[in-house]
C-alpha cells in the first residue's frame, strides 16, 4: 500500500514513472471503485494547486487531515513529519488509504472541498455539456439547462431546471438531493436522467442503475425507483406514474440521438427547438391529437423535417432560425 501511495504521489505531481503507471493501472482495473477514487484525489488535487503554490505542504497536510477527521480522530491517526515535499504528499496518501482504508473512505464522508455559495452551470439551445462536480459525480447538461450546485459537508444538493444526465458518485454518508421547481430526488450513488423545463408540466426521470427517492412537492406523492424504472409527473393533472422504459432511449441524447415513443407532437417540437436552437411556428389545433414515434440519428434540421413528413404529412418552409409548419391532412 505504501508503495502504491508513492505512486500516486508522483502521478499526482506528474513525475510518475512507467512502473508507477503500470502498478495505478493493474490497481484500477481490480475495482471500478478505485478508478472513481482515483479521479476523485485527482480532482481535489488539482481544485488546490494554485494553493499550493503559496502556501507550504505542512498547511496542505493538516487541511487534507481535517477533511478525514470523522475517521482520523477514531482511529488516533499519527502525524508524519517527513523531509521531502514528495514523502510528504505519499504520507497524506498513506494516511487516507491504510489508515481509513479504502473499502471505508468508499463508505464515509468524501474528503473534497465544501462551499457556502452555489455555483451555477449553465447551456444555451442547440448545446451539451458535461460537468464534473467536486465530489466526483459526473453530470451532462441537455439543451437549454441550468444546473446549480452546492457541496456541503453531510449533503449534495443541486437544482435543476432542463434535462441531465447523472452518475452520481456514492457516499453514503453524503445524500445527494436533486431539486426541481416541482420534485425532489434523493439518492446516494446512480446513474439517473432528470428533465424538467419551465415551458413543460412535465417531469420526467429514468434510472438506469441504484435507487433513487422520487418526492413531488408539496403533495404526498412518492415513487422509489428502481433500474429502468421511469416516473412521469405531470403537474396540469396532478398524476404520478411510474413505467417500465428503456432508459438508453432517454439518455441517447448524449450521443446526437434523440428517441421518441407516442410522444405529442407539441412536446415533440419542443424537444426539436431546444436541440436545434430553432422555433416552430405553427397552429396547435392543427395537430391536436398528433403523436410521434422515432429516432432521429444526427440528422440536419432538413433531413429531420424530411423524415416527420413520412409519418406526419406537413408542408414546411424554413426561414433562417424560424420553421413554418401546416399539416396537410
Known amino acids: 500500500m505504501k508503495d502504491l501511495s508513492q505512486s500516486i504521489a508522483r502521478l499526482l505531481q506528474k513525475a510518475a514513472s512507467n512502473k508507477d503507471k503500470d502498478s495505478i493501472s493493474d490497481w484500477k482495473n481490480r475495482n471500478p471503485q478505485n478508478e472513481r477514487f482515483l479521479q476523485n484525489l485527482e480532482t481535489y488535487w488539482n481544485s488546490h494547486a494554485e494553493t499550493s503554490k503559496s502556501s507550504s505542504i505542512s498547511e496542505a497536510r493538516q487541511r487534507l487531515i481535517s477533511r ?20 510528504r504528499i505519499a504520507a497524506i496518501l498513506i494516511l487516507i488509504l491504510t489508515i481509513s482504508g ?6 464515509s464522508e468524501y474528503i473534497f472541498p465544501t462551499q457556502a455559495n452555489w455555483i451555477e452551470v449553465s447551456t444555451q439551445a ?18 437549454n439547462t441550468q444546473l446549480k450546485y452546492q457541496m456541503q459537508r453531510k449533503i449534495r444538493k443541486v437544482n435543476l431546471s432542463g434535462e441531465a444526465y447523472f452518475e452520481v458518485y456514492h457516499a453514503e454518508k453524503n445524500p445527494f438531493v436533486v431539486k426541481t421547481s416541482e420534485a425532489t430526488i434523493k439518492v446516494v450513488g446512480t446513474k439517473f436522467n432528470l428533465s424538467h423545463y419551465p415551458e413543460s408540466n412535465i417531469t420526467e426521470t429514468s434510472l438506469l442503475e441504484g435507487k433513487i427517492e422520487l418526492t ?8 422509489v425507483l428502481n433500474p429502468s424504472d421511469k416516473a412521469i409527473y405531470n403537474a396540469k393533472n396532478q398524476t ?9 432511449n432517454d439518455i441517447s441524447w448524449k450521443e446526437g440521438i434523440l428517441s421518441f415513443e407516442n410522444v405529442p407532437f407539441v412536446n415533440f417540437i419542443q424537444k426539436l427547438e431546444r436541440f436545434y436552437a430553432v422555433e416552430f411556428q405553427y397552429d396547435e389545433k392543427q ?25 406526419i404529412p406537413v408542408n414546411y418552409e424554413i426561414d433562417n432560425k424560424t420553421i413554418h409548419l401546416e399539416s396537410k391532412q
Open 240 to 248: 404520478l406514474q411510474v413505467l417500465p422504459s428503456r432508459v438508453s
Open 102 to 107: 479504502l473499502s471505508v473512505y468508499l463508505s
Open 68 to 87: 478525514l477527521s470523522p475517521i482520523s480522530e477514531k482511529r488516533h491517526a499519527k502525524t508524519f513529519f517527513l523531509a521531502t515535499k514528495l514523502q
Open 216 to 223: 413531488i412537492d408539496n403533495s404526498n406523492k412518492t415513487a
Open 126 to 143: 442547440g448545446q451539451q455539456s458535461k460537468v464534473t462536480l467536486p465530489d466526483g459525480s459526473l453530470v451532462w447538461l441537455n439543451s
Open 287 to 311: 395537430f391536436k391529437n398528433k403523436h410521434y414515434t422515432g429516432t432521429l440519428d444526427n440528422l440536419s434540421i432538413q433531413s429531420v423535417l424530411d423524415f416527420i413528413n413520412l409519418t
